[in-house]
């Protein structure tokens, strides 16, 4: 691993040392069982992929969403997309848990290959599930860290029950601005405290709900909201190691499977915002060394900001995928329509030249692999256990 990943896994290391966990924490080692045991889903992902056409490729690598609660409806949208993930948003959730998991259950109809059903459960500010009564950020980053494990095994149990499979709920960003949009949602107030919690919080996670790291590279450092416009920062690469990298490191670390990417200009390492920079995407690969699916934030987001450059959703996306995003998340302005012209522009632009065909291939082999690996973890955990 590179130095700077090397300096943030030291810094996990200190705090969870301060705290009194034992730093091994930061780094499990896996044994030839686990090696074996991980591996089994990549492969199969390889041959399910190779297998698929471009548009099923292109198609598996999205994530969409409508605002229903009918089962029918939603399993249709999922048929007719060939789309390879659904974000429930409140406007899908009903007033029970039952009622929840017939509608994940209508979202994902193959059980071999299940799509992926994402959930933002952070608790707290931002919580889809009105039966949370775990802690959640404004209380944690002033506890013990131990509760931060416990509060988001508990809420990993509630996301898993109701058949999401994937958690957009550890928010790895950190800043000591109560003013910041942010504040009220980081898990830490200073690098080291959040690191410490980050790691926490997935480490709870995982077993149960893929857990996902946001807003990469650090939403703390650039002031504004991203659902309005494009925040952004002249802090150095080297300041960005020192501080907001450090508890994205400590969740790569303790083993988050997912990596968003926000809509956050650093321009002092790249003037495009991070989902489309390739210059960020390598040093979340190359430098930081996660291995797992990075996603964007809300592409709708680029357009809610009123820039002609991110007006045209397709663009964003084949601009996305190209940049290495895995999977790309549409919301925001999306319909139906938009997810079938997100499909076709990514084809198009593998046919074109503009995405190489490896970089897709690559990309659905990362989400399918995520898709078998949930699936596996969904037939040993159920809701009766």
């Not at 429930?88 to 059903?117: C, F, K, W, Y």
């Not at 925040?231 to 190691?241: L, V």
Request: glycine content about 8%.
């Amino acid at each position: 691993m590179a130095k700077n990943a090397a300096r943030g896994s030291a810094a996990l290391v200190i705090a969870l040392g301060l705290i009194g966990m034992p730093a091994a924490a930061a780094a499990p080692a896996l044994t030839m069982v686990q090696r074996a045991e991980k591996s089994a889903p990549a492969q199969h992902a390889t041959r399910l992929v190779e297998a698929m056409t471009t548009q099923e490729r292109a198609a598996s690598i999205v994530m969409g969403h409508i605002p229903a609660t009918d089962p029918a409806v939603l399993a249709q949208y999922m048929a007719d997309t060939g789309i390879g993930g659904f974000i429930l948003m409140g406007a899908n959730i009903p007033d029970d848990e039952g009622q929840l998991q017939r509608i994940t259950a209508a979202l994902s109809a193959d059980p071999a290959v299940p799509a992926l059903v994402a959930i933002d459960q952070e608790g707290g500010l931002v919580s889809r599930l009105p039966w949370d009564d775990f802690a959640a950020s404004t209380m944690l980053k002033n506890a013990p860290v131990e509760q931060t494990q416990v509060a988001f095994a508990g809420r990993a149990a509630l996301v898993a029950r109701a058949g999401a499979t994937v958690n957009f709920g550890v928010v790895a960003d950190t800043t000591a601005d109560t003013g910041s949009f942010i504040y009220g949602r980081a898990l830490g107030a200073d690098p080291v405290s959040a690191a410490a919690r980050v790691a926490a919080a997935v480490a709870a996670e995982e077993p149960l709900a893929a857990s996902t790291l946001k807003h990469f590279p650090g939403h703390g450092a650039t002031p504004g909201d991203s659902h309005e416009l494009i925040p952004s920062t002249s802090k150095s690469r080297a300041q960005w190691e020192e501080t907001d990298a450090v508890p994205f490191v400590a969740g790569i670390e303790a083993g988050a499977s997912l990596l968003m990417f926000g809509h956050l200009a650093y321009t002092a390492v790249d003037e495009l915002p991070a989902s489309m920079s390739a210059t960020w995407h390598a040093i979340a690969r190359d430098d930081l060394g996660f291995d797992g699916v990075i996603v964007t934030d809300d592409l709708g987001m680029l357009q809610s900001s009123g820039i002609a450059a991110y007006a045209d959703p397709v663009a964003n996306a084949v601009a996305a995928v190209a940049a290495g995003n895995d999977l790309v998340l549409t919301i925001a302005h999306s319909t139906p329509q938009t997810v079938v012209d997100i499909t076709q522009g990514i084809v198009t632009a593998v046919e074109n030249g503009v995405i190489d065909e490896e970089r897709l291939q690559d990309a659905a082999e990362r989400v399918m692999t995520l898709r078998l690996e949930r699936a596996a973890s969904a037939a040993v955990w159920s809701p009766a256990d």
